[in-house]
C-alpha cells in the first residue's frame, strides 16, 4: 500500500507560480512512477504530468508543457509539480497518484492516489 498528501496549492495571480508536493508513505517510493492530475469543477479528471521511478523520464500534457515540471526527490519519498506562467484554466483541484503496476510513464492505471490539493488562478 502506498499512501499520498499533497501540499502546496492555493489562490495565486495569473501569470504567478506554484509548487505542489505528494510526500509518500509505505511501499518502496524508488520502485514505481508517479504522476500529477486535476479535476476542475464540472470536467472529468484529467492527466498532467507523470514521472518514472528513477527521475529520469519525464512525460507532460500539451496544455502544460513547457510551465509545469515535474521531479521528485526519492531520498525524501517526494513528488514535486513546479508550476509557472498559471492560468485561471489551470484552476483545478491536483492530485498526486502512484502507478506500482505499469512502468515507464503510464498516463493511467494509476492504483494510490491522494485527496488532492485546490489551486484557483485569478485572472
Known amino acids: 500500500q502506498v499512501q499520498l498528501v499533497e501540499s502546496g496549492g492555493g489562490l495565486v495571480q495569473a501569470g504567478g507560480s506554484l509548487r505542489l508536493s505528494c510526500a509518500a508513505s509505505g511501499r518502496t517510493f524508488s520502485s514505481y512512477a508517479m504522476g500529477w492530475f486535476r479535476q476542475a469543477p464540472g470536467k472529468e479528471r484529467e492527466f498532467v504530468a507523470t514521472?518514472?521511478?528513477?527521475?529520469?523520464?519525464?512525460y507532460y500534457a500539451d496544455s502544460v508543457k513547457g510551465r509545469f515540471t515535474i521531479s521528485r526527490d526519492n531520498a525524501k519519498n517526494t513528488v514535486y509539480l513546479r508550476m509557472n506562467s498559471l492560468k485561471p484554466e489551470d484552476t483545478a483541484v491536483y492530485y498526486c497518484?502512484?502507478?506500482?503496476?505499469?512502468?515507464?510513464?503510464?498516463?493511467?492505471?494509476?492504483?494510490?492516489w491522494g485527496r488532492g490539493t485546490q489551486v484557483t488562478v485569478s485572472s
Open positions: 514521472i518514472n521511478w528513477s527521475g529520469g523520464g519525464t
Open positions: 497518484a502512484a502507478n506500482t503496476v505499469v512502468g515507464g510513464l503510464p498516463r493511467s492505471g494509476y492504483d494510490h
